[in-house]
Structures are given as structure tokens and as C-alpha cells.
């Protein structure tokens, strides 16, 4: 079963959607997280759940990284979305650490993709499902600038700016 809830933040109400599973806590395991005006987010379906309780713990863990306490999130993600190129972009996206930065070009060597498949891990990165959760808004470019973001470049600043890895435009 597909359930979701809305969550206020800085950002504006954040959309979570996942799928009922009895390993995970709270059973829910997180399938997206959206932005309002968000490139690609995804939209209730009228045979999605709503279930705010499922999706306490993942609230609460939001809240806090929006208040500069919580560095790392532990959420279960559910399985199956994305190719596996996607999938190994989206896990290279997992190891940079809060308050840093990586270029695209890193990304691409990490999951050995370099030169022309810079492009491609940046394709693969607009389609991340889990905003800021998993942190594509640390990735910019290799002369520090920030660049697309699919909840907005201004939602990327303010994140690095939590963050306190602001990178300069």
C-alpha cells in the first residue's frame, strides 16, 4: 500500500510518499520526498493512503535537521526506483557528509563515470526521488557554482546555507 503525508518546512510543504512494510520503522519505507513546484514530484493518486502517523519519525527527523541538530538522517528507503546507474549515483549522493560539498565531476569518478558521463550523473541526479534527505543539494559545480536544482536553486542555497557549505555563485 502507498501511503503519504505533508510536512511543514522552511522550504515549504514537503510531500512524502512510501510504501507500507513491516521491517521498516513506523512501517513505512520512504519512496519520495517533494518540494512544492518541484521538478518531477510526484502527485497523490486517489489510491494513496494518507497517513500522517506512518511517517511521525521521518517528521520528526526533518524537524530537526531544519533546526541544525541532526547532521545524518536514518530513514529506511524503499526499493526499486531507479535504474542501477541512478542507484549508484543516488548512493555516491549518501557518503558526502553534511556541511560539504562535491562537484559532479566527483560524483562521476566515484561511480566511475567520468568525462562525458558527468551528464549523465546529472540526469541521474535530477531524478533523485528523496530530496533533501539524500543530499543531492551538495553536489555543484567544479568552479563552486551552484547549479540545478529540481526544488529550485534558491532551495539548494538555503539548504547549504543550514548547512553551513554555502558555496559561492
Not at 21 to 31: E, K, N
Not at 34 to 47: F, T
Not at 91 to 106: C, I, N
Not at 130 to 154: F, K, N, S, T
Request: proline share 4%; aromatic share 8%; net charge neutral.
Amino acid at each position: 500500500m502507498t501511503m503519504y503525508a505533508t510536512v511543514d518546512s522552511p522550504l515549504g510543504e514537503l510531500l512524502l510518499v512510501g510504501k507500507e512494510t513491516a521491517d521498516a520503522a513506523g512501517g513505512v519505507a520512504l519512496a519520495s520526498l517533494s518540494l512544492p513546484d518541484q521538478k518531477g514530484a510526484a502527485v497523490v493518486r486517489d489510491d494513496w493512503v494518507r497517513a500522517p502517523d506512518a511517517f511521525e519519525g521521518i517528521a520528526a527527523q526533518l524537524r530537526e535537521y531544519f533546526a541544525g541538530r541532526l547532521t545524518r538522517f536514518d530513514i529506511v528507503y524503499a526499493d526499486g526506483a531507479g535504474t542501477d546507474f541512478q542507484r549508484r549515483v543516488w548512493a555516491a549522493l549518501d557518503t558526502v557528509p553534511y556541511g560539504e560539498t562535491v562537484s559532479y565531476g566527483q560524483v562521476a569518478e566515484h561511480v566511475g563515470a567520468s568525462g562525458a558521463g558527468v551528464r549523465a550523473v546529472g540526469t541521474a541526479i535530477g531524478r533523485n526521488p528523496l530530496l533533501v534527505v539524500r543530499p543531492c543539494h551538495r553536489v555543484i559545480g567544479a568552479d563552486g557554482a551552484l547549479r540545478g536544482y529540481a526544488g529550485g536553486v534558491e532551495r539548494k542555497e538555503r539548504l547549504l546555507r543550514l548547512e553551513g557549505a554555502l558555496a559561492v555563485r
